[in-house]
Structures are given as C-alpha cells and as structure tokens.
C-alpha cells in the first residue's frame, strides 16, 4: 500500500467522526483507507475465555460496518480493515507507521475517548513520528461532498526562532491540496518588563512587531515560492500563543502544530502550547513529530 491514511475505531462517536473526516482526506490524497481496532484478547485469570471471543466479534463487526458504511458514501474508495491484538497506543501507532497520517477521534476539552484514554492516547502520540489528526465528535460526521471537507482555511503555528519546516510543509501542502487560504501565526511572549510598563511604549511594540513580521516573511519566502497558488496571511502577534492559536482556529477546517521529537523517556514530549490546543481546539488538529 503505497499512499495510505490510517483510522482508529473503538465504537464511540468520536472515532465514528474520525472515520468519517479519514476517508474525506484519503479522497484528497487519492489514498487508501486503512480502518484499524486495537485491543487485547489476552483473557486475566478467572474470566471465561468465551468475554475475549465476543469482544473479537464485536471488533470484526465494527470494522466491517464501518467499512459498508464509507464504501456506500463513495464506493471507489480503497478501504482495508485491520483487527489487532495488542496494546492499543503501541498497536496504532505500528500500524500507522508507514501511513501519510494517523487519524484518532477526539472527545476535547481535556479528556480523549476509547483507546485515547488519557495517558493511552498522550503514548500514541509520543509512540509514531508520523502526522496524527485528533477530530471532534460530530466534525465532519455527516456524509458530504468533499468539497465541504476542504472549504474551512488550515491554521498553523510555528515558532520562527526554532527549525519548523515540517510543520510548515504539512501545513502548505494541507492548504494546497484543499485550494484554501493559509494562516500562519507566530506568537510572541510580552517583554519580560511588561510589569514596568515597557510594552506599552508602542514604538518598542512597533519595533518588536516590525522584527517579527520580518523573520516570517523570511522564513515563509521559500515556501510561498514552492506553494504559489497558496493564499497565505502571517501574523505574528502578542499574546498567549495558545489562546491565539484557538481563537483563529475556532472556525478552521484544520489547526496544524508540532511537537520535538525527543528520544530520551524523561521530559515532557508535548509543549504546552501544543498540549493545550489538541485538549481544547473545537476544530481537528494535526500534531507533527519534528526535529
């Protein structure tokens, strides 16, 4: 399978949303869908052994419906369905290592559903470096023409003082496959003297304003350059760059961040900024593992 866009189901409203948003972005992609359950059979000590053969019927019966129910919406997309045996973070995330994307659904506002479960649904997204779309339970939901899946613009937020090239590819091949506007927000913190009253000079905050929106003109140049057809705004405001990132995206048909790929088990895998957009963002978010 050369192109492929991978789905978590677990049977709740959220992943039913997330297949539904998947197969309206494999369709974007010209990709395969791949629908994948990840659960383990093992059976403990003292339960019939008959709980494990009826929760791998079940399995079998969700993905099956499922798949009849996309084929229906358009019955020239590619579907493969995948049971797995396992632990469900490790699973999804081996499953989905050779996909364009892995899509989970979502409950928002600080919890996560089924198999995103907390710390489970953290694991996956520290467990794969490829993209992960977390969606909304009723996002995309409904069956409609692909053209209403890619009308909303893509938001991105970068940090123009660190390397963000993969989130900025992501993001411009994301508007350009979609033929939608771009906002590309870099937001700075207040000067540490703001207590003093020095941000409120407004020719510093000019000033400052002025740098920033230098550097991501620069930074944006080469890819405006690769993309031409992307209407791109950039904005780099002042603020609390998640509230910033969750104000402009409250109407996005996507919200692209990253997160550092880190390789030790210490320290936190997730910034914060990120980590307050994926629990609180309304609209999907893509989280792209960067170096």
Known sequence: MD????VGLDGSPESAAAAHWAAREAQLRNAELCLVHAEEWSVPVGVPAAASDVRRGWA?????ESADALRHIDP???ITTESIDGPPAASLATAAATADLLVLGSRGLGSLTGFVLGSVGMAVLHSTERPVV???RGEDALPHPTGEHARRDVVVGVDISRPCDAVLAFAFEEAARRSCRLHVLHVWPPPPLVGYGAVYDPRIHAQINENMTADMAKALRPWQ????????TARAPMGHAAQKLLGSGA??????V???IRRSSFGAHIGSTTHAVIHHATSPVAVIAHD
Do not use: F, N, Q, S
Not at 60 to 64: C, H, K, N, Y
Not at 251 to 256: D, H, K, S
């Open 3 to 6: 192109h492929h866009v991978t």
């Open 60 to 64: 079998e019966a969700l993905l099956r």
């Open 76 to 78: 020239d997309l590619g």
């Open 134 to 136: 977390l969606v909304r």
């Open 225 to 232: 350059d690769k993309y031409p057809a992307v209407d791109v």
């Open 251 to 256: 109407e996005a048909g996507l919200i692209v």
């Open 258 to 260: 990253g997160r550092r």
